[in-house]
């Protein structure tokens, strides 16, 4: 019997690591239009999002949104939408993602608070959805398609 790993990889799902942190977060490494950034993998995030002090180093251009984020401790944050992003997760790669930006200082400052090193944003819900995500906690990575 295959492992997942050799299952998964045999149906075209690409892997990638994992990072657990200090405070139990999963950590990736992505690039975002090219540049590569540090985010937690949020499951429960419905949307990718990135702090607003990264708009520039990740080419994100951006239109006010009437949208008002919640999560992690704070709500009615103001944001902004930058459409059709491209990411890539080692060899998987989407060509039309939206990205919220706003202000993320909170996550960063509770990350910072446990000795954790701060992250540029947050893969969330549409990534999954996007990569028929699947997340393989006994070994720590992630599979997308």
Known sequence: MPSLREFLLSKNYYRTRLFP?????????????????????????SS???????AEKFKLLSEK???????????????????KNTIKIQKWEYNKLDIVLFDLTHVNTALENHNATPVDGILGADILNKGKGIIDYQYNCLYLK
């Open 65 to 83: 949104s009437e949208v008002l984020a919640a999560g992690a401790g704070a709500i009615d944050m103001t944001t902004e939408l930058s459409r």
């Open 48 to 54: 990718s999002c990135i702090d607003f002090k990264f």
């Open 21 to 45: 942190t200090v405070t139990n977060h999963l950590e990736m490494k992505a690039k975002i239009n090219g540049i590569e950034g540090s985010f937690i993998l949020d499951t429960g995030a």
